[in-house]
């Protein structure tokens, strides 16, 4: 959600590839060609899905921007490449906002997690993994109360009103037989205006005990 990933991407293996190892080294590879090609880094996150008839591994890679499928298929050259950014006419995300389709494209790709972890038991395994460099900034900030925390986020964030903070996150009430004993807590996300970069960030508010 926080780099607006906004194309999905599916990577398969015309020999039906079962080597997790080889599959991990080829996609790595195909980054760096990739990125290559695009002449810059750029957000992306991906899951390894088994094919569930057995034809081994498959990758489905979410990304910003687009890259034209003719492209994609020599820089890959491993198999098929399946990609969907909402614009064709079978398009599962076709007239969806940025903000929309990037989280419907992060649900499909917990759901290939979660069917990944319910279909490869090997211990340690490597099902998923994100470029480096663009995790969303986080910002710490101290306040005496939850109100005053309330308006040092808005001032951070530079918006009018607190219905703009998404709670990601927060402390439950602290007490003898809670399992929370700190400080009440609360992190929220904002988005930023449209071309700023990052295009959404994070601030965690503890108020200060004083």
Known sequence: MAN??????????????????AVLEAMAAFVERWQAHVGRTFPYAYVLEKHPQGHGWHIHVACRGRTTHRALMLLWGNGIVWEDDGRGKAGRWQGMASAVKARCIAGY??????????????????????????????????ARDLDEAGEALLLVAGLSTVSALHVVWASPPAGPDSTWQGPP??????????GSAPPRRRATAVPLLV
């Open 4 to 21: 607006l990933l906004t194309t999905m991407v599916t990577l398969t293996f015309a020999d039906g590839s079962h080597d997790r190892k």
């Open 109 to 142: 790709l917990a759901k290939y997690l979660v069917k990944s972890m319910d279909t490869d038991r090997e211990k340690g395994a490597r099902r998923f993994s994100t470029a480096q460099g663009f995790q969303p900034e986080e910002v710490r900030l101290g």
């Open 185 to 194: 807590t609360v992190t929220v996300e904002w988005s930023r205006p449209a």
